[in-house]
């Protein structure tokens, strides 16, 4: 469950390929050279598909930021934070902090369209309070069942296979696992179980709910978490699923801790 979610810079690329191919010839990639519109002394050469593929990405992260005025950011900062991320290196920024950031920006950017959807800022504060009763009213219900223990934080687990490992990740780990995500009403909203594949990140790089948790787990135990909004998204939207303040449910296995 990759950490990374800012709705406001969704790329959306659309990438066309035809190629015609001789029989029993293999196709050579060739270089491209990309002009600039304007004449300014340089040309990008792109050898491999690899370096097309970044190239248009650069692209289109830019060209959606300047449909949305926030072409002002630092440009190395931009791509300090794209590197972290692909490069598994830790990050500055926790989802809810960056989310909050990149949403005040906006709004600082864009007054006029802020003041436009007050009356929808109004109507998500609601449905936020309204979430986050629904998920402590379930943690309290939740609570009582046989198995479920509570921790001081908020978070609850539930001990669904356990392990004869003593090896505990620390939060600067980088830990391979297997994980079901669903919302309080049983609505799965992510899970590398229905993708059958694994997957491996550090536990610094992921909600805080996941970071406590997992560093209380054994290698090869699977537990099923249950984190209060405060420790998952707080109060900002993840994707088309998670709304505002909702409590989350993982199911988690820890297969491994990566050296």
């Not at 990639?29 to 650069?58: E, F, M, R």
């Not at 379930?138 to 223990?149: H, Q, S, W, Y």
């Not at 995500?181 to 179980?193: P, Y």
């Not at 406590?212 to 054994?218: D, E, K, L």
Request: net charge positive; aromatic share 6%; glycine share 8%.
């Amino acid at each position: 469950m990759k950490k990374v979610f800012l709705p406001l810079l969704t790329v959306i690329i659309t990438v066309t390929a035809v190629a015609q191919q001789k029989k029993a010839q293999p196709i050579k990639a060739q270089p491209i050279k990309i002009q600039p519109a304007k004449p300014a002394g340089s040309t990008v050469v792109l050898k491999t598909l690899k370096d097309s593929t970044s190239y248009a990405l650069g692209v289109n992260i830019a060209r959606n930021l300047k449909a949305q005025n926030l072409d002002k950011v630092d440009a190395m900062l931009l791509y300090k934070g794209l590197s972290d991320v692909l490069l598994n290196k830790p990050v500055a920024l926790g989802d809810a902090d960056a989310g909050k950031c990149v949403n005040s920006y906006y709004q600082k950017m864009n007054p006029e369209k802020g003041k436009t959807n007050a009356g929808d800022d109004r109507k998500t504060k609601d449905e936020i309070a309204k979430n986050k009763a629904a998920g402590q009213k379930f943690l309290m219900e939740n609570a009582r069942k046989d198995g479920v223990i509570s921790m001081p934080e908020g978070w609850q687990y539930q001990v669904l296979k356990a392990s004869d490992s003593k090896e505990h990740p620390a939060a600067t780990d980088k830990v391979k696992v297997h994980y079901h995500g669903t919302l309080i009403d049983g609505t799965v909203f992510d899970s590398s179980v229905d993708r059958g594949e694994p997957i491996s990140f550090g536990l610094n790089q992921v909600i805080r709910g996941w970071t406590i948790s997992v560093t209380q787990m054994t290698v090869g135990s699977k537990w099923r978490v249950f984190l209060p909004s405060d420790l998952a998204y707080g109060d900002n939207a993840a994707g088309p699923k998670i709304a505002g303040g909702s409590t989350l449910i993982f199911d988690i296995e820890l297969l491994a801790i990566e050296k």
